[in-house]
């Protein structure tokens, strides 16, 4: 994932003041906006400005960016934060709905700006809403789980220094759970003010860690597999591993590289549930013994007026 340095973006230094951010964000977005710039690429020029000011001008935002930039600034490879690391950001700021189409590397440390029910409280002495983005195992999704999940929240005092609240909560993950939807913990947000004010909620979006083997699309799940050339030509019955254990496929005789076998039901749960999705690829012996080079030559002659290539060609 690619590092989206904000200070550059915006023109500043990082010890840049609150001011100096808005000014040059300001005189940016008056260069760079689509209706009235004549820029090349000013749209991409104006997002990403856009996108540098959302982040840097909430001073929640900002502090969990610079914990990040430090590590990327000593030369260490940028990741998204893990499953132990997640930041919890309060409802004051969150959720301004503004239609802007932010980045993966945005929403990997903020999540995706959506409206929080914050916004929407009727009374003002009702706790602020919170935040977070967490990653959960593909296979907690299919089965339901129960987990600790940490979390730290920058907290800025009047003075504007910043501080590490860390907590840990355990939270149930219910089976079906999507990439990208919100569990709401009830009361877990900021407390009300006032006797008997309501407490806030906390809204955490789960992300799903990368998996080495599956790739998920809403709920539909892909995984490569590897078949032999003769198993592709005759077709055969073949295991497939699945987040929920293996299963039996049948191979049709004839398939290629890059077909798409469907296993109904096989995807995410639900009602209806996801579907997984073979991809198949044929994988081909080496021809690392005289036998092997024999068998080759023998299946050249077979097919000798065979030519994939003869479409490219003519």
Do not use: C
């Amino acid at each position: 994932m690619e590092f989206k340095d904000y200070y550059a973006a915006l023109g500043v230094e990082r010890s840049a003041t609150q001011d100096e951010i808005k000014r040059a964000y300001r005189k940016l977005a008056r260069k760079y906006h689509p209706d009235v710039s004549k820029e090349a690429d000013a749209e991409a020029h104006f997002k990403e400005v856009a996108e540098a000011y959302e982040a840097l001008n909430d001073a929640e935002k900002r502090a969990a960016y610079d914990t990040f930039s430090r590590r990327q600034e000593r030369g260490q490879p940028f990741t998204p934060p893990g499953r132990d690391a997640g930041f919890e950001f309060s409802g004051r700021d969150f959720g301004a709905d503004d239609g802007m189409d932010y980045s993966d590397f945005f929403e990997s440390l903020f999540g995706r700006q959506t409206r929080s029910a914050g916004a929407r409280r009727s009374t003002q002495a009702a706790g602020e809403d919170h935040h977070a983005k967490v990653q959960i195992d593909l296979e907690d999704a299919y089965r339901g789980a129960r987990r600790a999940v940490s979390l730290r929240m920058p907290v800025v005092d009047a003075q504007g220094q910043v501080t590490w609240q860390e907590r840990q909560l355990e939270v149930t993950i219910p089976k079906g759970v999507r990439e990208g939807q919100h569990l709401r913990l009830a009361g877990q947000g900021s407390p009300g003010t006032g006797g008997g004010a309501q407490a806030g909620d906390l809204y955490l979006e789960i992300a799903f860690v990368p998996h080495p083997s599956f790739r998920v699309d809403g709920r539909d799940v892909y995984v490569d597999l590897p078949i032999t050339p003769w198993e592709a030509a005759l077709g055969a019955t073949v295991s497939v591993a699945t987040p929920d254990g293996g299963v039996q496929l049948t191979l049709p005789p004839g398939s290629s590289s890059g077909r798409k076998l469907r296993l109904r039901g096989k995807g995410l749960p639900g009602n209806p549930a996801g579907d997984l999705y073979a991809v198949l690829g044929i994988s081909v012996p080496p021809a690392d013994t005289p036998a092997a080079k024999d068998a080759y030559a023998a299946l050249a002659k077979v097919f000798a007026n065979f030519n994939p290539r003869s479409a490219a060609e003519a």
